[in-house]
């Protein structure tokens, strides 16, 4: 049996987040059943909208990459 032992919090490789700003490099696509196709620039909004649907008219979520930028912004 394997045992694995977890970073502390006062270790330096320990981090919970690199930034405080907004961030999401996706878009979300969600199929419905009747063929309604709806897109999404967050996680959240999609996320509310699933929960938000009656599973009966839920089909799937597709994940779209975002065009990456060159350089920095």
């Not at 919970?16 to 878009?27: A, F, I, L, M, V």
């Not at 696509?29 to 909004?45: A, H, M, N, P, T």
């Amino acid at each position: 049996m394997t045992t694995f032992e977890l970073i502390q919090q006062d270790d330096p490789r320990w981090f919970e987040q690199t930034s405080d700003e907004p961030y999401d490099r996706h878009k979300y696509k969600l199929f419905l059943s009747d063929g309604k196709v709806e897109i999404y620039d967050s996680w959240e909004e999609m996320n509310a909208r699933w929960f938000q649907t009656p599973p009966m008219f839920l089909s799937r979520v597709e994940v779209i990459d975002r065009k990456k930028k060159k350089g920095f912004s």
